[in-house]
């Protein structure tokens, strides 16, 4: 599935629009090997300052429904409390290391409701990432999910079993800027294994 550039062109367009990065975006230190992109969290959670600048909420959630819809996914799935829906923003150089997110609350906005898990720890949700790049770089910038480099096209979705499969990207190249629309969920790790996304016995 290739996202209708009518619907992804009003963000992109935002991000693009360089007052509006340097107003909302914040420098993203962790994961990155090399340049650290700029972020823009919880764009799920409607904010009056980004009201106010333009940003398109009503495009981004009927990019989620369009992108839930395609993974067969309820359309009122658990939003991830961590990073929640996210923008990176990032240019030639950057790349990201191998990692894996977090399943639980791990360093959501909300102190008090930080837990302590260990590392890779998988309970009753999977940490599921709905990934499309509304802007890709002349070369570069393509996810690695367990070792495996994903050749995808621009506004081509990817889904990213974040909580249990190790990712990273390839190093982003040329001066067209890498756009990476990211849209988090808790998903019961029950549906995750049904759909044979992941292999509880064998990954864990
Ligand atoms: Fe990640």
């Known amino acids: 599935m290739i996202l209708d550039t009518e619907l992804t062109n009003p963000l992109l367009q935002w991000v693009l629009h360089k007052e509006n990065r340097d107003k909302f975006g914040n420098i ?48 009122d799935s658990e939003i991830e409390p961590n990073y929640g829906y996210l923008i990176s923003y990032s240019e030639e150089g950057h790349e ?18 930080r837990e302590y898990k260990p590392k890779y720890w998988i309970g009753d949700v999977l940490h599921c990432r709905l990934n499309v790049l509304i802007s890709k770089p002349e070369k570069g910038g393509n996810p690695i999910i367990n070792k495996l480099e994903h050749g995808i096209q621009e506004n081509e979705p990817w889904l990213c079993i974040s909580g249990a499969h190790t990712h990273s990207t390839t190093k ?24 044979g996304w992941f292999v509880r016995d064998t990954e864990r």
Do not use: C, W
Not at 28 to 52: E, K, V
Not at 172 to 186: M, N, Q, T
């Open 28 to 75: 993203m230190p962790n994961h990155h090997t090399q340049g650290s992109p700029l972020g823009f969290r919880y764009l799920h959670n409607p904010s009056p300052d980004l009201l106010a600048s333009g940003f398109p909420y009503s495009e981004v959630r009927d990019i989620a429904d369009t992108m839930l819809e395609h993974y067969d996914l309820y359309l």
């Open 96 to 113: 990201v290391h191998p990692h894996r997110d977090a399943n639980y609350y791990g360093d959501g906005p909300d102190p008090t409701q």
């Open 172 to 195: 982003v190249e040329g001066s067209k800027p890498r756009i990476l629309l990211s849209l988090g969920y808790f998903i019961p790790t029950a549906i995750v294994e049904a759909k």
